[in-house]
């Protein structure tokens, strides 16, 4: 095991549509309770420690606010 | 050192996008934008702004851009084309700027194997106006001008277009693929670049229509969108790689 | 030479070197001159898919920093409306050649000024002008198309060429005199690729409160002084109590109509528009006081004469005398037009 995966929302690029959450193939994302300035309800990483990296969930973003590390 | 996994491209400027939440133009322009990237033609590229709802594309793309008039996207293409033909020029459009007023163009400027690539978004509606029927509406669906789903006795068929343009001679490369899970993402990058590299090996014109989600004037959730695309799209406008110079 | 083919040869010498056509009568033999020329000179010649494509692919060669021409008739140029609009919002030059017939509708193929309305109020929709220039002999309409290149780039706007049937089907004798006009500024604006520098954008769309308006604006700035370029010529203007006014083949015409009315004692003038947009409203203005009558000849229902009436402004007495349809006066019923002092209006 390398490194632990870094999967980081841009929260104001996010308009909350969802796609990544249902794409997530181990379920780690959910929409925040927050809003962020455009009065969106964002997408977060709950658990960044199990991410695999599988990368669904940014290239299902159609609004390119998910990038990955690691 | 941080290695990214994935990161936004360089032909795209940091701006956030003006799209509807769901909505595929942002995923197309990422995947465009990733393949100039990786084909290091940024600085040689120049593309086009449909009228529609990517008109404003140029405040995203990180390259050269003309605007053009409704239809006429293929023609303008054309004509830059031709005057820099080491450029890589593609045009942008959705189904009414490409298979409707524009479709003139874009059978001609096939059948002159014009080497520009075609990036067609086909989200069955005209999306900018308020979602009216487009050439490419389903059977049934209901839009502002088909309230009562359309019906082929009054409104006519949907247009299959890479079916069309894929019995033309100038037509070299040509597929369909969609924005309905990952996977497909990948494979429409991977069809993105299929097409900018028959354009750049000077083999001859290409065409990649992009099965896209429009949740808002679908009045579909972004999740229901996409299994709409699944359920009612794809059957109607199967994906797959219709014409190709490349070996499969 | 043609005069069809003449308006090609001068335009290959221009160094218009992309050219885009669709067949339409009677300017069919300027597409296919252009068609053979720009094999040999290594230029670009593509037969259009329709009028609207081929004003598009100007619109883009013009994009890209080209020379770039079309040209049609009538009908075809009122397909073309769309595409000058958009090259006058989005600031691009090129030139558009209209040898004119007979309309409305189909109309006729017989040569016509019916189009002057259309030329010189825009064309298109929105707000905005184009410089229209009026051959009105073979030599002139290839004069003409040297200036049309250089106004059309100078001022990053199309620049229309307002022939018709006559001139374009005309054989007459023509030199390309190559005239020096003055330095154009490098197309830093062309769409060549953001190499080294930041991306380019050709537009028209405005869509934020009062930008829009802000530009078109500017553009009327513009408008202003390409009022500057406005030629004409004037005949007999020193000693003249009547004035004829007339533009194109129709003034060549009538310039036979004053020479045969000047044989006979009558002190007649003509002047004769170049450019119809600009209008040489100024030389009216100038003579108009010692003027007992202004008599406007056209090839049509009265188009220009409107503009002689805002440039006399009501100081003396303006007739009209026109031929729609495909009609074109012979210079002895002008003659007996003038002569009789009649005239519509």
Known sequence: ?70 | MEKAIFKRPESLYETPFHYCPGCGHGIIHRLIAEVIDEFGIRERTIGTAPVGCAVLNYDYFNFDVCECAHGRTPAVATGIKRVRPKSVVFSYQGDGDLAAIGIAEIIHTALRSERITAIFVNNCVYGMTGGQMAPTTLLNQKTQTTPFGRDPKKAGFPLRVCELLATLDGATYIARTALNNPKNVLKTRESIKKAFLTQIEDVGFSLVEILSPCPVNWKLSPVDSIKWMKERMIPYFPLGEFKTPFAK | ?345
């Not at chain 3, 290959?12 to 300027?30: D, S, V």
């Not at chain 3, 037969?47 to 009908?75: C, D, F, H």
């Not at chain 3, 060429?161 to 023509?174: N, S």
Request: glycine share 10%; hydrophobic share 40%; with cysteine.
């Open chain 1, 1 to 70: 095991m390398g490194r632990p995966f870094q999967v980081i929302i841009d929260k104001e690029r996010c308009k909350g549509c969802g796609l990544c959450i249902n794409f997530c193939p181990l379920n780690l994302l959910v929409i925040s309770n927050e809003i962020n300035k455009r009065g969106f309800h964002y997408a977060t990483v709950r658990d960044n420690n199990r991410c695999k990296g599988c990368a669904q969930c940014a290239i299902i973003c159609p609004d390119v606010a998910i990038e990955i590390y690691r």
């Open chain 3, 1 to 345: 030479m043609k005069g069809n083919e003449a308006i090609g040869e001068a335009a290959i010498r221009a160094g218009c070197r992309y050219y885009f056509g669709y067949p339409i009568t009677p300017q069919n033999e300027l597409t296919a001159y252009m068609s053979k020329r720009m094999e040999e000179v290594g230029g670009v010649f593509i037969q259009a898919e329709s009028e609207l494509a081929a004003i598009n692919m100007v619109y883009g060669a013009s994009a890209a920093g080209g020379r770039a021409m079309t040209s049609s008739s009538s009908p075809g140029i009122s397909l073309k409306q769309e595409g000058i609009s958009y090259m006058v919002g989005a600031e691009l030059p090129g030139v558009v050649v209209n040898i004119c017939r007979g309309g409305p509708g189909l109309g006729n193929i017989a040569p016509s000024q019916s189009d002057y309305f259309q030329a010189t109020r825009g064309g298109g929709h929105g707000d905005y002008y184009t410089i229209v220039l009026s051959p009105s002999s073979v030599q002139e309409s290839a004069d003409l198309v040297f200036l049309a290149f250089y106004l059309a780039d100078k001022y990053r706007n199309p620049v229309i060429i307002l022939g018709d049937g006559f001139l374009g089907q005309m054989l007459e004798p023509v030199e390309f005199k190559n005239p020096a006009f003055g330095r154009l500024p490098r197309k830093r604006w062309a769409l060549t690729g953001a190499k080294e520098r930041p991306p380019n954008v050709i537009r028209s769309l405005y869509l934020k409160e009062g930008v829009l308006e802000k530009r078109n604006w500017e553009l009327s700035k513009k408008y202003e002084r390409m009022k500057k370029e406005v030629r004409y010529e004037g005949i007999y203007l020193d000693d003249a109590e009547f004035i004829v006014v007339a533009y194109g083949i129709c003034a060549r015409i009538s310039k036979a109509s004053v020479l045969l009315l000047r044989a006979h004692g009558l002190k007649v003038g003509l002047i004769r528009p170049i450019t119809l947009w600009p209008f040489p409203s100024g030389v009216i203005k100038e003579v108009r006081d010692k003027i007992k009558r202004f008599f406007v000849i056209e090839m049509n229902l009265g188009q220009m004469v409107e503009d002689v009436k805002l440039a006399v402004e009501g100081r003396t007495s303006v007739s009209f005398y026109g031929r729609p349809g495909g009609g074109v006066p012979t210079p002895e019923e002008i003659y007996k037009v003038i002569k009789d002092g009649k005239g519509y209006f």
